[in-house]
């Protein structure tokens, strides 16, 4: 294993307590779908640690979005964690993030997090969406926004992720990449942006062991807008990373500062509304030519 990978197994191997966590997770259907639901409403559940509602806190003051008058544009929201975390890993925020994503959007988003070694897993998923009947996320009027996020390794396999849903034909509305880790290995790219992708935004920061990419650009302008790289600096600030273990505390704080970041998420939010909430105007034309949103 290379170095730099088995500083990376050493930062994100769960502690007994987070395997505890991870395990018997209840689950729910999104549309027919199964999804992992990590918790019960994070925003409110109190066996949330402290840092993730800290990390969260941000998000949840914005609350549910009401889905009346078709204000929900339908959408697919895939999330990968960092690391060798694994899809139910209760101890990171992009976890929680996506059972926030459900609660806030209703039923007409699916959005569900995997493993950044679990592509073919996450692939497999949406084109599960794609094939379902005419009750199903992909067989509506309007396209279906697809929107990718991730932290690390998991924010390079966002746009690894996308290159696959390129080779299918399939557009990516959003990439939303986390301090970027290029992942080992032949061929991995976590700087250029797949002309698939009609939006992408990268955060992140320049400290510890693995500091992020700091410059996404596009494979082709014409079809794909950087929204921004934004440098992040935490020297001087407190983010709560106590969800993390002491091994990561030290050598690698700022890259889960980042991932701990109130505002990031904040402002990833507030990315994902641009796409998913239609105007006044569109509502209105919405109710008189599209089918009912699936329940």
């Known amino acids: 294993m290379p170095l730099m990978g088995l500083f990376v197994l050493l930062l994100s191997y769960p502690s007994q307590l987070e395997i505890a966590q991870a395990q018997d997770l209840p689950s729910m259907e999104v549309c027919g779908q199964p999804v992992i639901n990590s918790v019960t409403g994070p925003c409110e559940d109190p066996s949330v640690a402290p840092a993730l509602r800290e990390a969260l806190h941000l998000v949840c003051t914005r609350g549910r979005v009401e889905a009346v008058n078709r204000r929900v544009r339908k959408g697919i929201i895939i999330g990968f964690v960092g690391g060798y975390v694994k899809q139910g890993d209760v101890n990171h925020p992009e976890i929680l993030f996506a059972t926030y994503l459900r609660e806030r959007y209703g039923s007409g988003v699916h959005a569900k997090v995997f493993g950044n ?22 067989t509506t009027r309007e ?153």
């Open 143 to 295: 396209p279906v926004k697809i929107i990718l996020y991730g932290h690390s390794w998991g924010a390079s396999q966002t746009l690894a992720f996308a290159r696959e849903l390129l080779k299918r034909g399939i557009p990516v509305a959003l990439t939303i990449q986390i301090d970027s880790v290029k992942k080992p290995g032949f061929g991995h790219d976590d700087r250029t942006v797949p002309p698939n992708v009609a939006k992408a935004v990268n955060f992140y920061q320049r400290r510890g062991l693995t500091p992020g990419q700091p410059l996404i650009v596009a494979a082709d302008a014409t079809k794909t807008k950087i929204l921004g790289n934004f440098h992040m600096r935490y020297e001087g600030l407190h983010i709560n990373v106590d969800n993390y273990r002491w091994l990561s505390r030290v050598f690698n704080k700022h890259h889960h500062e980042i991932e701990n970041d109130p505002w990031v998420w904040d402002q990833v939010v507030s990315l994902i509304d641009l796409e998913l909430l239609r105007t006044d105007a569109e509502i209105q034309t919405a109710s008189s030519t599209e089918s009912a949103p699936c329940r």
């Open 117 to 138: 070694h679990d592509g073919n897993k996450a692939l497999e998923d949406i084109l599960g969406l794609f094939k379902k009947d005419d009750h199903g996320l992909s």
